[in-house]
Each structure stands twice: as structure tokens, then as C-alpha cells.
């Protein structure tokens, strides 16, 4: 018959396991270094990952302490594109500040 679905009851189970999978969610982190200045640092946790001033205040000064800092947990597109947005942010501005992902 025309139209007629073949796919078994356990395939279309199987798909929509897949289809309703929740994305791998990855921490984004700031590294430390000696030479980005803090108020750039506070300037990206607001601008980027939209952080309250004072909450980025203590994200900064986590980072510089213990030589990294959680800024946010997010799918791994969101996650790559806030890392470039440190970097190309950082660089444009002349310093050497770093961002790392890893998976949650
Ligand atoms: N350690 C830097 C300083 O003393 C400040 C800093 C904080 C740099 C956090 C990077 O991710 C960073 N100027």
C-alpha cells in the first residue's frame, strides 16, 4: 500500500530515543595568567557570559587564586563559541588570556 511505514516498532523507539537525547553539555572555564589585566577579565565574564558585576568579580578573583575559573556550562557549540569569543576579545585588546572546555 502506498504510504505504508515499514519501519519496526523498535526502530522508530530507537530514533526517537536519539531525537529527544539531551545535548553534552561542556564547563567553560578562564586560565589564569600574569598579564590580562582584572578589569578586562571582569569585562569579558559580564560581556560574554553575561555575569552580574559582582558575581564576576568573584569569577575573576577565583581564577586569579586558584589559576582557573567556572564561567558557565553549556552545549558544545554554545561552549566553542564563547571560547573564540575570549580569545578573538583578548587579542584584539592585546592580551594573552585563555579560555578552556571540558565535558561536564
Ligand atoms: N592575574 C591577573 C593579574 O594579576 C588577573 C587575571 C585574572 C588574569 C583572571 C586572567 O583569567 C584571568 N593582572
Redesign the pocket.
Known amino acids: 500500500m502506498a504510504g505504508t511505514d515499514r519501519r519496526t516498532d523498535s526502530e522508530i523507539l530507537e530514533r526517537t530515543r536519539q531525537e529527544t537525547k539531551k545535548p553534552e553539555l561542556f564547563k567553560v572555564f ?5 598579564y ?3 578589569e578586562f ?1 571582569v569585562e569579558v565574564l559580564e560581556s560574554i557570559f553575561h555575569k552580574a558585576p559582582a558575581e564576576a568579580f568573584r569569577i ?1 578573583m577565583n ?2 587564586t586558584q589559576g582557573k575559573g567556572l564561567c558557565g556550562v553549556y552545549p558544545h557549540e554554545v561552549a566553542e563559541t564563547k571560547v573564540d569569543a575570549v580569545v578573538t576579545s583578548a587579542r584584539e585588546n592585546g592580551f594573552p ?1 585563555r579560555a578552556a572546555m571540558e565535558p561536564e
Open positions: 578562564l586560565l589564569n595568567d600574569d590580562t589585566t582584572m577579565v575573576m581564577v586569579h588570556l
